[in-house]
């Protein structure tokens, strides 16, 4: 079963979404660790709520990035993470990282990338009057958000959506959506192995 790790900076709950499909048996995976870089990420509570263990430091507690890097680089090392799965990690991970996990690396990101990359997408594609947005997964690289696509997912915005209702909806679809990826890429990595 994959070692896998979460790394998040708000609320957690795609990390709940996948928890809860691994508790019934719909993804066969092993969360080890979630990290934040925010210490007081409501994701942490999560962590403790399911008993998962969790690591929190910040960019701002090193004397450089590459210094906090591989701090997190040791971390995922120390719990044998084999899988890093970004939900909501607002930094954006340098070399060091990358390249000790090539290819296994993935993010969800709320568009249709390559649209309304980088944050406050949601928001963005509401406020440009969109009739359509979506979800995307995607591997990791050094860009942002410009690693190759895994799967997309779209979306109609409904005329009528508050943009609450529409973060809503892109929220059930991430949900619904991390969750099966997740299970299909670790699937084939065990059939591949
Ligand atoms: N190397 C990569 N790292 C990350 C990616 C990626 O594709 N490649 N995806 C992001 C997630 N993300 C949107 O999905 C995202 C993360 C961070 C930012 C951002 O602008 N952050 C701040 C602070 C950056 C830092 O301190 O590292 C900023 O740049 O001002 C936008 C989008 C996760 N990481
Ligand atoms: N550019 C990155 C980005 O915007 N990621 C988004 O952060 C949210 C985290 O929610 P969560 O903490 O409740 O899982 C998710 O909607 C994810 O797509």
């Known amino acids: 079963m994959k070692k896998i790790a979460i790394l998040a900076s708000g609320n957690g709950s795609n990390f709940e979404a ?54 997190l680089l040791a971390l995922l090392r120390a719990y044998e993470v084999e899988f890093v799965v970004l939900a909501g990690y607002l930094r954006i991970l340098g070399p060091e990282v990358i390249h000790n996990f090539s290819h296994c690396i993935v993010n969800i990101h709320p568009s249709l990338l390559p649209d309304y990359p980088g944050l406050r997408s949601i928001e963005r594609a509401y406020l440009d009057g969109q009739a359509v947005t ?31 209702r529409l973060e809503e909806r892109v929220h059930q679809l991430e949900h619904q959506l991390y969750p099966e990826v997740l299970q299909q890429l670790l699937n084939k990595e065990l059939n591949e192995s």
């Open 134 to 164: 979506g979800v995307t997964i995607h591997y990791v690289d050094e860009g942002l958000d410009t690693g190759p696509m895994i799967r997309q997912a779209s979306l109609a915005i409904d005329p009528d959506d508050s943009l609450e």
């Open 18 to 71: 996948i928890m809860k499909k691994i508790q019934s048996n719909d993804l066969q995976a092993e969360v080890v660790i979630v990290f934040s870089d925010q210490s007081d990420a409501y994701v942490l509570e999560r962590a403790k709520q399911y008993d998962i263990p969790f690591a929190s430091f910040s960019p701002k507690d090193f004397d450089s990035k590459v210094a906090y890097e591989a701090e």
